[in-house]
């Protein structure tokens, strides 16, 4: 198993740019989850779908931040107009199910908004 | 809304002493897990912890889930320099969310 596929790692753009983060589950995990993480404020659930469906976006800071699902392999966030303040390293994870909620995460993307 | 108190924020030791990180919630857990983040990687899940009272071992790793399922422990024996990174603990919420400490960070000098 592949693991939790993420693309790109590493974003480097411009404030007012659109940035696009991509995302493929493991297969068979009904649970995703996109995560912040900066020093300041730690690992932050951003929003998580079952079943490709959206549960909770509360984590999602503005109307900046969207998160689509098509598919049960495929997951997109993104962020319109980008800001310096975005700048972090963003997670995908996955599970599998409800009582199994070991979470997979990706390696991560390195966003940098200059 | 549940939150997980993480202790300490940051530890630094010799190789070869040991480690402990504390984690402590404001409501009591289904379950606790524990992840290992390496500097530079993602988040790896360890294990979790269910019972009341529960303890469990990997190796060098001891982990425990107080009798009241609102705190949990990590102690590592003999810290190698392979241990080094954060260790975070979570408590899962309403549906599938976790919650997240903050985490420790733990720097290992050989």
């Known amino acids: 198993d592949a693991g939790v596929i993420q693309s790109p790692r590493h974003e480097v753009t411009e404030m007012g740019q659109e940035v696009t983060l991509r995302c493929k589950p493991i297969s068979g995990h009904d649970y995703l989850f996109w995560y912040r993480q900066t020093m300041m404020r730690g690992l932050e659930l951003l929003i998580y779908f079952n079943n490709n469906v959206p549960i909770d976006d509360s984590g999602m800071p503005e109307d900046r931040f969207s998160a689509k699902m098509p598919n049960a392999s495929f997951s997109t966030l993104k962020i319109q107009p980008s800001e310096p303040r975005d700048s972090a390293v963003y997670f995908c994870?996955?599970?599998?199910?409800?009582?199994?909620?070991?979470?997979?995460f990706g390696p991560g993307t390195r966003l940098t908004v200059t | 809304g549940q939150q997980v108190m993480q202790i300490p924020q940051y530890q630094h030791v010799q190789e070869g002493e040991d480690f402990t990180t504390y984690c402590n919630s404001s409501?009591?857990?289904?379950?606790i897990q524990w992840y290992k983040q390496r500097p530079g990687g993602h988040p790896v899940f360890l294990i979790q912890?269910?019972?009341?009272?529960e303890v469990k071992k990997q190796k060098r790793l001891t982990f425990q889930f107080g009798e009241a399922k609102k705190n949990s422990s990590l102690h590592i024996t003999a810290t190698q320099t392979t241990d080094v990174g954060t260790y975070f603990c979570?408590?899962?919420?309403?549906?599938?969310?976790?919650?997240f400490g903050a985490g420790t960070i733990l720097r290992v000098k050989s």
């Open positions: 979570a408590g899962p919420q309403e549906g599938n969310k976790l919650v």
């Open positions: 994870a996955s599970s599998r199910g409800y009582r199994d909620i070991e979470q997979y």
């Open positions: 912890l269910v019972k009341s009272g």
């Open positions: 409501t009591t857990l289904s379950n």
